[in-house]
């Protein structure tokens, strides 16, 4: 079938109490609205999704635009109905189905909205709701059926008779609806006479009048269902969703270590047999090989690790790579577009920042390396700096293959250490150091026989 979706993402959201719109607030690693569209796509194509914007249009655009999709904007907050007629003009001459989705509901999984279309299509109706069953109902609109089980009108809940109040049965706001149907009925909707606005809840009752059924699709589980209107309740879909994606994880062939501390972004890819340790942080479009380890209490945004990587504890890496079967940390950072190259050696407190570090290189302990490139087999030794910035530029070191730097080396940037070249230990090198050379930049020792003991006597006088 061919199926157009609408989203409606246009609202302001006050009750959030915030500068930004409602569905720019990030659940799982990704704006509320982002869930929304990236659910739509496994179904419709980018040309047939449109997002009713409005509250900072201009942000939720640039957020979504890559994605391919089209956008409507509706200037004034005037209902859910006049918010789906300013598609109108995008998606009328599309046959098929149309959707309505809304951009705060990010636990809505494409799977449901599949199951709402099928039932569509079984049913022949102008309209398919999906509704779900509460225990507690209040503040929802209830459904109401004929004796066939059709829906005959959505009553709110300022608005419903105290018999009407005791129905379960409760109004998603989620539509599929018979295109030609949908934009032929729904300028007929009449502003409500309390708030003036335009209510697509109304579309049950007119298509009713126009001959054309409504079908009620119920489903289980009505946390998929739930919307974003406050912070608290933010936190309660960022929280249903790690666990979902945690759990889809272990079922995957991960093992997660007390996997109610261990934070995980919905896009978040990991490999089979790799362990997370407790307290691990997996974020952004970070992407995770097959029998890694990661270590307790690390964070990983927008990294990307090769099969075999080990990550100690407390090791944070940013928008970097790590080769297949290299170790990192414990206490390291990798920031700023690192790449550490196969069984690499990163260890105790070592930084590297927009360095290339070679395939089985070691830097094991207490060294800042930023804007370089180091090569092969290069060790590096403990409390090595590169001097990258001169206080108005950055400048680059580069350091050739099996290279020997020595411990409190301080290389001076722009420098150039070539192949199998020696820095002694305690060096400042300035200049450039041929391959297959020594390279000593420090003072000469002085040893001043008896000293100690003559400094000590005078003090006692």
Not at 119 to 124: D, F, I, L, V
Not at 375 to 402: L, M, P, Q
Request: aromatic share 4%; charged share 20%.
């Amino acid at each position: 079938m061919n199926v157009s979706i609408v989203i409606l993402a246009a609202g302001l959201g006050t009750r959030m109490k915030s500068k930004y719109a409602k569905v720019l607030h990030k659940a799982g690693g990704k704006a509320l609205v982002e869930h929304v569209v990236d659910a739509a796509l496994e179904i419709a194509e980018p040309a047939n999704i449109v997002v009713i914007t409005g509250h900072q249009a201009d942000s939720v655009e640039a957020l979504l635009g890559a994605r391919g999709i089209r956008f409507a904007r509706q200037t004034e907050q005037k209902g859910t109905g006049h918010a789906v007629l300013m598609a109108k003009p995008l998606l009328e001459t599309v046959p098929g189905i149309v959707v309505i989705l809304y951009g705060d509901t990010p636990l809505l999984t494409a799977g449901t909205v599949r199951g709402l279309l099928d039932a569509h299509g079984e049913s022949g109706c102008a309209a398919t709701l999906i509704a779900t069953k509460l225990e507690d109902p209040t503040g929802y609109g209830r459904v109401l059926l004929n004796s066939d089980g059709l829906v005959t009108g959505i009553v709110e809940q300022k608005a419903a008779t105290p018999e009407q109040l005791t129905i379960q049965l409760t109004n998603s706001g989620i539509y599929a609806f018979e295109a030609p149907a949908l934009w032929k009925h729904l300028s007929e909707i009449q502003p409500n006479p309390a708030s003036g606005e335009i209510y697509l809840t109304d579309m049950a009752e007119i298509l009713n009048g126009a001959g054309k059924s409504v079908r009620p699709h119920q489903i289980e589980d009505p946390s998929e269902l739930f919307g974003i209107n406050t912070r608290v309740e933010l936190s309660v879909a960022d929280a249903l969703l790690r666990a979902r994606k945690v759990r889809e994880l272990m079922l995957a062939g991960v093992t997660i270590e007390q996997p109610e501390t261990v934070t995980v972004d919905s896009q978040v890819q990991v490999g089979m047999d790799t362990v997370i340790a407790p307290f691990a942080q997996l974020r952004g479009a970070t992407v995770v090989g097959a029998d890694c380890t990661i270590g307790a209490c690390s964070i990983l945004s927008n990294a990307k690790l090769a099969d075999g990587v080990t990550v100690e504890a407390f090791t944070m890496i940013g928008d970097s790579q790590v080769g297949a079967g290299a170790g990192i940390g414990p206490f390291a950072r990798l920031r700023m577009q690192a790449d550490v190259g196969a069984q690499a050696k990163i260890g105790n407190v070592v930084e590297l920042k927009k360095t290339k570090f070679g395939a089985g290189a070691k830097a094991q302990h207490l060294a800042y390396l930023g804007d370089a490139q180091i090569g092969a087999k290069t060790n590096i030794g403990a409390g090595t700096i590169t001097c990258n910035y001169d206080g108005t530029a950055k400048h680059e070191t580069k350091i050739g293959t099996d290279a020997f730097i020595g411990s409190n080396a301080t290389l001076v940037a722009p420098v150039e250490i070539q192949d199998r070249a020696y820095v002694g230990a305690g060096s400042v090198i300035t200049d450039a150091v041929p391959a297959d050379a020594l390279a000593l930049g420090r003072g000469r020792q002085v040893i001043k026989e008896g000293w100690a003991k003559k400094r000590s006597a005078k003090g006692q006088k």
